[in-house]
């Protein structure tokens, strides 16, 4: 709960906060997987049934809508749980207006655990807008740590593929790609949310939290284009790879081939004269052996000779 000077008390019941709202600065943090939360947000009267149902639906993409008495923003940080994907990006659905901020989760989100802690501190933001606004910078500050993670991975996979004594694994980079892909899924239209907020016309969004909104929506281009630049550069490196060992097969193949050529005469002399008929010379002779193969010795190197000046040894 907020005390308008960046400090506040944690309210731990539903039972304490009929006393407190819309009478002072308030911000409620609920998941909306526990059944008493649901019932809360549905019996309350500022909250329209198409609200309530946009709080708690199982699936959003990021937004903002005007609501009768608030705002309805929906947002999206990265998922930074233990034993998850960046990728799989956790849903925050918000309502908002100048004494009252809901937000609404289902799997914890780090930049809301952040803010809590500064709230205890005594250090957190003063007003409803402040709070929202510093909620949408946090959650894209924490998606620069995963790109850089992005970028730095595509790094040693490239550094792998130029070094060449071991070729990077294509499987984890395709999952790199991937998570990639994911991430630049949500945020473009995390991006389009922002922007409508900005445009939303409330009085409790003063000068400073628009310049702060501002400055997550840039850092959200900025991310977007690093994003695609990492996709482009994650498909580079798996065609270098494609490429390299294409390259690697067509040369064993090559060489099979060249082999294959040399024992060629070899093996139709060898098959000839083993068909095991009458007619076959040199069977009454004992140095026919010998002879034929030194015969099949200067024919090899004959045919090895000839393909050397033909350039293709």
């Known amino acids: 709960m907020r005390d308008g000077q960046g400090g506040g008390r944690v309210l731990c019941e ?30 309350q009267s ?37 034993k998850q994907s960046p990728e799989d990006m956790v849903s925050l659905r918000c309502f908002a207006n100048e004494k009252l901020l809901i937000t609404c989760r289902k799997r914890h989100i780090m930049s809301a655990q952040d803010m809590l802690t500064q709230i205890k501190k005594g250090q957190g933001a003063k007003s409803i807008g402040e709070l929202l606004s510093t909620l949408v910078m946090r ?18 996979f490239e ?19 991937r998570q990639t892909i994911g991430l630049k899924r949500y945020l ?15 009085n409790w969004l003063n000068e400073d939290h628009l310049h702060q909104l501002e400055e997550a929506n840039n ?11 990492a996709i482009e550069w994650a498909q580079v490196i798996q065609n270098a790879i494609t490429n390299h060992q294409n390259e690697q097969l067509n040369q064993r ?28 010379p040199g069977t009454e002779w004992n140095g026919a ?19 050397k000046r033909k350039g293709w040894l």
Do not use: C
């Not at 030194?294 to 045919?303: F, P, R």
């Open 14 to 43: 539903l039972s304490e906060i009929g006393s407190v709202i819309h009478k002072e600065p308030l911000w409620l943090h609920f998941d909306y997987s526990f059944e008493d939360t649901t019932e809360w947000l549905k019996n």
């Open 219 to 229: 850092a959200l281009s900025r991310y977007i284009e690093e994003l695609e630049a």
């Open 46 to 82: 500022f909250l329209d049934e198409w609200e309530y149902q946009a709080l708690t639906a199982d699936e959003t993409r990021p937004r903002t809508v005007n609501g009768n008495e608030g705002l309805l923003v929906f947002l999206r940080g990265v998922n930074l749980n233990p």
């Open 253 to 280: 193949m090559y060489i099979m081939s060249v082999v294959a050529a040399l024992f060629l005469p070899l093996g139709f002399l060898t098959g000839l004269l083993g068909v095991n008929i009458g007619g076959i």
């Open 139 to 156: 959650l894209s500050m924490r998606m620069q740590d995963i790109i850089w993670q992005i970028e730095e991975q595509l790094d040693e």
């Open 188 to 202: 473009k239209p995390q991006k389009l949310a922002i922007n409508e907020l900005l445009l939303v016309k409330v």
């Open 159 to 177: 550094e792998a593929l130029e070094n060449s004594e071991q070729l990077p694994n294509y499987q984890q980079l395709s999952v790199l790609r």
């Open 289 to 307: 052996f010998a002879l034929f193969v030194i015969m099949l010795v200067v024919i090899t190197a004959g045919v090895g000779v000839y393909f």
